[in-house]
């Protein structure tokens, strides 16, 4: 049995000679817009939240690094790398320069065995890491790009002078600290220290 060819269907507003009636195209751009705003006001409370901790926990690991890189410096030659540079305990030291250059065995001068003490990252951008300046010398920021400071038990008493205030002794053979997030070293409240 032959069926009759099938025939296309047509819309009747066609045959009428109108336009179908189709939904609009648009794109709702006030939505958009209140959804694009609300992303970008999450990801600024979570970047502010989460921040400071990621920075403080980043920081206290690398001080940590350089705590320990020292005590085995004093382990393998029996003396304080700082007291052998003659460096003063009292003072703000930068760890930079040749204290690094001595850690990761690349002086000879100060460490003979050439014994790398230290492995430091990498920093990119001159942040979170150690890097050379032009002139070839040892560069090592925290990840906000600040320096990380030390002051030394230099008299070997087992106390190290608080560089916050010169009454106070904190028993503890290095400090380290660094700037907090305000960048600035003097406003001492933000400051991230490896004593507290």
Not at 87 to 110: C, H, M, R, W
Not at 120 to 143: C, F, H, I, N, Q
Not at 169 to 192: C, H, I, K
């Amino acid at each position: 049995m032959n069926l009759p060819p099938e025939e296309p269907y047509i819309d009747p507003a066609e045959l009428r000679g109108e336009r179908p009636v189709v939904a609009p195209s648009r794109v709702n751009w006030g939505c958009a817009l209140a959804a694009s705003l609300m992303l970008l006001v999450i990801a600024g409370v979570a970047w502010i939240t989460l921040f400071p901790r990621t920075h403080k926990l980043q920081t206290k690991t690398m001080m940590k690094g350089i705590e320990i890189a020292l005590k085995a410096y004093q382990s393998e030659y029996n003396r304080c790398l700082l007291v052998e540079m003659q460096l003063p305990g009292d003072q703000n030291l930068v760890f930079e320069g040749e204290i690094l250059s001595a850690l990761v065995a690349e002086s000879t001068k100060y460490n003979p065995r050439r014994v790398r003490f230290f492995d430091p990252p990498v920093a990119r951008r001159k942040k979170g890491g150690a890097w050379r300046d032009e002139s070839g010398t040892w560069r090592y920021r925290d990840d906000m790009g600040n320096q990380i400071m030390i002051r030394y038990d230099a008299d070997q008493d087992g106390k190290t002078t608080d560089p916050d205030d010169s009454k106070i002794q904190v028993e503890a053979p290095y400090l380290l600290f660094t700037a907090g997030m305000d960048r600035d070293l003097s406003s001492t409240w933000d400051n991230l220290k490896s004593w507290q």
